[in-house]
């Protein structure tokens, strides 16, 4: 008799502890890009957990910011999307403390000058180049921390850049005053809010936020165009791993390249970078793994 209590009790021990192991799997945190809000939250997200039946939880940010968030354990994860190769480079090797073993990048966005169609400066926009629009008195300009978003690098780069092509050395003083000027730089995730709302004149974007939030936007010459090149891999220590592998089998899936394409994002062959780990390359598509 003892037994056999003992027996359904052990029996009921595995079942809870299965249970359990079931139902982590049915959720997947995914830290992305700031500029992929809109794309995460109304369009792979939701299809990705229609599909899946798995809860999709995001959480996002500048990429630099997301990484040391990681680095310093501040916030786990399972998936860590970013908009450039480098920031997950910073993750990886013990030195950077082993979070990340590789990345597959699989999309580009290059950046554009968007624009309220409200502004005073619109018209300007359509008739002067843009740097001298920059540069009239009252324009409010809103760009990321180029310490904490790969974007808001691309931005001093490009306005760098464009100093030496139209041969105004003091360009990016007379724009955007220094990098880190507080009067410009936002958290990526509030710009296209403060854009639409007002707030702002003129603001620098990928082209995924100008297309898919219908934000009217003048792209660059080829001279100074600069593109974030969004990359997605699985945290070495996921919690909820078997749901992230599907997460990114999704993403990589025609399904999810669908949704990639209608929201504006340039789809690229995908390539590795580093080590990636076995089970996550078997979810990739073939010829990828």
């Known amino acids: 008799m003892k037994k056999s209590v003992l027996g359904c009790l ?33 369009g792979v997200g939701p299809a990705f957990q229609k599909a899946t039946g798995v809860q999709f939880a995001g959480y996002a940010g500048g990429s630099n910011k997301l990484a040391n968030e990681i680095k310093g354990k501040l916030r786990r994860a399972d998936v860590f999307i970013s908009a450039s190769p480098k920031v997950n480079d910073s993750l990886m090797g013990k030195e950077n403390g082993d979070w990340v073993q590789g990345y597959v990048v699989f999309a580009q966005s290059p950046v554009q000058i968007g624009y309220n169609a409200k502004s005073k400066f619109a018209p ?68 296209v809010g403060r854009l639409q709302s007002g707030q702002l004149d003129i603001g620098f974007f990928y082209s995924t936020e100008t297309s898919d939030l219908k934000i009217p936007a003048i792209n660059l010459p080829p001279e100074l165009q600069v593109k974030a090149d969004y990359t997605i891999t699985v945290l070495n220590d996921a919690p909820h791993r078997e749901a992230a592998l599907k997460f990114v089998q999704f993403l990589m899936s025609p399904a999810g390249i669908e949704q990639l394409k209608a929201h504006g994002v340039d789809v690229v062959k995908p390539s590795i970078k580093g080590n990636l780990p076995a089970d996550v390359s078997k979810v990739l598509p073939a010829g990828h793994q």
């Open 10 to 42: 052990l029996g009921l021990g595995l079942s809870l502890v299965s249970l359990a192991a079931s139902a982590e799997d049915q959720k997947v945190d995914v830290m992305y890009a700031g500029s992929l809000v809109h794309l995460m939250e109304t």
């Open 124 to 191: 300007l926009l359509k008739t002067m180049r843009w740097d001298k629009v920059l540069q009239q008195p009252g324009v409010h300009i809103g760009r990321t921390d180029p310490t904490l978003d790969p974007k808001g690098k691309f931005t001093v780069d490009l306005v760098t850049a464009a100093a030496k092509l139209y041969q105004q050395p003091d360009l990016l003083e007379r724009t955007l005053g220094s990098p880190t000027n507080p009067e410009q730089v936002l958290p990526e995730e509030t710009l």
